[in-house]
């Protein structure tokens, strides 16, 4: 058995592991919308998975709620929340704060690519 | 690619029993929403937003992904989130665990329905991403890894993909490639 050699192997594979991980350390499952809102002047969108898991079950918004299990897939536009849709459906002054608080939701910094976000050890599917 | 695989899921067991006992001790340590690289540090909300060490730290510790144990924080009570909005929206759970042992080169995978529909529905696998019959799927490690199958999840929101022991978690018996069972615990 080439027992020593193990620990020198998992090291390397390891640092591998480590240089793979991107700057941005944010906590995991944070996804971040910005198809439209660069666009309109306001910051990306932040959701953080980790917030609302302590409230909802996944089912509550990926099966009863409908949206989409990836990230990009659920074309949200600002006109649907006032309308009681996608975030709207809780974000209505009624489940939870509602839509004028703008900078509670649109709190990203400026520029960044929609998509899952989150340090700890991955960046989201496929992407080590 | 699958020896590579093999062979790197060997050294994480090897390093697991290692360091099996005492019980791994390891530092919980959350970035602020300011320098966490998504939040812009001028935004007004950031004195508003709950830092993830607030609510966190209070649950069940993990090493990896929230650093939070989800299904333990489910089972001690220490969250209850709801499981519906609608009181008539039906809630489905399944107690049937599934063992996975296609490889003689990696331990088998028991995957349990209990935990995850304490969390999720039957619709967000089924049919869609799992067909729900026994050895039906063809799931493989590759696909894991490219955010694919059990992927879609792991690595995303639910623990990473790094914490091969928690799926491989059962040692190889000679028993039948898949297998359903009802769960023992």
């Keep these: 058995m080439a027992a020593p050699r193990v620990p020198r192997v998992s090291l390397i594979l390891l640092a591998v592991l480590a240089l793979a991980v991107p700057e941005a350390r944010s906590e995991y499952g944070d996804v971040v919308l910005n198809r439209y809102s660069g666009k309109g002047g306001m910051r990306p969108v932040v959701f953080p998975h980790w917030f609302h898991r ?53 709190s990203g910094k400026p520029g960044l690519k929609s998509g899952i976000y989150g340090g700890h050890q991955t960046n989201g599917p496929g992407r080590w | 690619m699958r020896l590579a695989l093999a062979l790197l899921l060997a050294i994480c067991t090897v390093a697991a029993a290692q360091s099996g006992k005492p019980p791994p001790r390891f530092e919980r340590n959350w970035d602020s929403l300011a320098k966490d690289g998504v939040h812009d540090p001028r935004s007004p909300a950031m004195r508003q937003l709950q830092e993830p060490r607030e609510a966190l730290s209070a649950l069940p510790a993990d090493s990896a992904g929230n650093q939070v144990r989800w299904v333990d924080a489910l089972r001690d009570g220490s969250i209850n989130p709801r499981s519906s909005l609608r009181p008539e929206a039906e809630v489905r759970l399944l107690e049937t665990d599934i063992y ?21 529905d039957c619709s967000n696998c089924h049919e869609k991403l799992f067909k729900s019959k026994v050895g039906a799927n063809e799931i493989s490690m590759l696909r894991i890894l490219q955010g694919e199958q059990c992927g879609q999840c792991h690595g995303a929101v639910a623990f990473p993909l790094t914490e091969c022991a928690r799926c491989h978690n059962t040692p190889r018996t000679p028993a039948k490639p898949r297998q359903a069972m009802e769960s023992a615990r």
């Design chain 1, 54 to 106: 302590v409230r909802f079950r996944c089912k509550v918004c990926h099966h009863e709620l409908g949206f989409e299990m990836r990230a990009g897939a659920n074309d949200v536009r600002m006109s649907d929340i006032i309308d009681g849709r996608f975030c709207g459906m809780c974000h209505n002054n009624d489940i939870a704060w509602g839509a004028e608080r703008c900078d509670l939701c649109h």
């Design chain 2, 100 to 120: 996975m042992s296609r490889y003689g080169s990696v331990p088998a995978v028991r995957f349990p329905h209990r935990e995850h529909t304490l969390w999720l």
